[in-house]
């Protein structure tokens, strides 16, 4: 079935380094990705998305790419902060408008 | 713009009481919100997709009569969770959308069944 997963439960990086994140998806014909941030207690939040028509989308000091090859998705934080930690879901969408969620990867900043 | 919020944030109920969730889309119509479920350090699991004006679609395994939905205009639905149990304990999260294909959060409501 169509499933999304992260490669790396846990990440630790130091204040200021660059993070990556990954996510690998099953279904090659999914059109739309997103990423979430989600802090501890609180709702998920939309980061960035991108089209399968893109293979590169950029924000505020955050990077997805999208390589349709391998199935995989990545998402780069540039100068990472302490208010950068949280949990990051990648999603897919599916049927009907549903999103798949990966299994999430928790980002720990070290100051 | 986008911010949908959740009523209550937390509650705490006995076991056999029914809670009701509030989802609320403040500044746009939601076609569809959605209902997930999240268990600590888990992801989201999607329960039910809620149509404004017609029955819920619920996912495989999410018993309907359980978790009653109601999508009663385009910026509410509600979550009741009838006799509820220890085991219906978790993070209940509702999501909106309107016309496009972002899917943008509430703030989760904490259930907690003694």
């Known amino acids: 079935g169509e499933s999304v997963g992260l490669h790396l439960p846990t990440l630790s990086v130091q204040e200021g380094d660059n993070s990556i994140i990954n996510c690998a998806y099953s279904n090659s014909a999914s059109d739309y990705f997103i990423w979430y941030k989600q802090e501890s207690g609180k709702g998920p939040q939309f980061i960035i998305d991108i089209r399968s028509n893109m293979d590169k989308r950029q924000g505020q000091r955050v990077t997805v790419l999208l390589n349709k090859t391998v199935k995989h998705l990545s998402l780069q934080i540039a100068a990472t902060q302490p208010g950068d930690s949280a949990v990051y879901f990648c999603a897919e969408k599916g049927q009907g408008g549903k999103l798949i969620f990966g299994q999430g990867t928790e980002l720990s900043v070290k100051p | 713009g986008a911010v949908v919020s959740q009523h209550p944030s937390w509650v705490i109920c006995k076991s056999g009481t029914s809670v009701k969730i509030e989802c609320r889309s403040l500044?746009?119509?939601?076609?569809?919100m959605f209902w997930y479920r999240q268990f600590p350090k888990q992801s989201l699991m999607l329960m039910a997709t809620?149509?404004?004006?017609?029955?819920?679609?619920?996912e495989q395994g999410v018993e309907k009569d359980k978790f009653l939905i109601n999508h009663a205009s385009l910026t509410l639905s509600t979550l009741t969770v009838t006799s509820a149990h220890p085991e219906d304990s978790s993070f209940y999260i509702c999501?909106?959308?309107?016309?496009?294909?972002?899917?943008?959060f509430g703030p989760g409501t904490r259930l907690t069944v003694l």
């Open positions: 999501s909106a959308i309107y016309k496009t294909d972002t899917q943008y």
């Open positions: 500044d746009f119509q939601a076609t569809t």
């Open positions: 809620s149509n404004e004006g017609s029955k819920a679609t619920y």
